[in-house]
Each structure stands twice: as structure tokens, then as C-alpha cells.
């Protein structure tokens, strides 16, 4: 069976863990991906900011960070939290307030 997320957590890791710096950041995000999000890294026992982290690192180096497993539970997740937003609607959406 794949594992749930392909990055093993910091607090998982058998190598040196590296020490870094993080900040507070009001960053916005469309609520149901927010949701979606949330309950994702609930699923992946990770915390939201390292969920994150773990996204970014992956797609940075042109790796996937989800495993199929985990990919059909995002599925599932968009399904409860009505997430209709695809990569397509990247970089398109509008504030309800525009």
C-alpha cells in the first residue's frame, strides 16, 4: 500500500532534521479549498503549515506530493466541501466583493 503523503514529516524523518526559520502570514485562500486543505492534513495527521511546505517542496522540484490513495481522498474532500475549482481556474478567480 502507497503511504497517505510521499514526503515523510519532519517528525518522521530518520536524517537530520534542518532548522528554519518560519513566519506568521496572512496569506488568503478560496474557502472551500481551504476546507479541502484542512481536512486533508487532518487525514495526513500533519499540520496545516507543514502540509503546505510539503506541496511546495515536492512542486518545486517537479515532483508529485500525493500518492493515489491521497489523491482520491482530496477527491472525496472536494465532494463535501463543494470545491469545483481545476489547475484551469488557477490564477482566474475574482473576489465575490469585485
Not at 3 to 16: C, D, E, H, V, W
Not at 21 to 48: F, H, I, N, P, W
Amino acid at each position: 500500500m502507497l503511504p497517505k503523503y510521499l514526503f515523510i514529516p519532519y517528525r518522521q524523518a530518520s536524517m537530520t532534521r534542518k532548522l528554519v526559520e518560519r513566519t506568521q502570514t496572512g496569506v488568503r485562500l478560496e474557502k472551500s479549498l481551504l476546507k479541502v486543505l484542512k481536512g486533508l492534513a487532518e487525514y495526513c495527521d500533519l499540520s496545516l503549515g507543514d502540509l503546505l511546505e510539503g506541496i511546495v517542496l515536492h512542486t518545486f522540484e517537479g515532483k508529485t506530493p500525493f500518492s493515489a490513495e491521497t489523491q482520491a481522498k482530496i477527491a472525496d474532500l472536494k465532494k463535501v466541501y463543494g470545491c469545483e475549482l481545476t489547475a484551469a481556474d488557477s490564477h482566474r478567480l475574482r473576489e465575490t466583493s469585485e
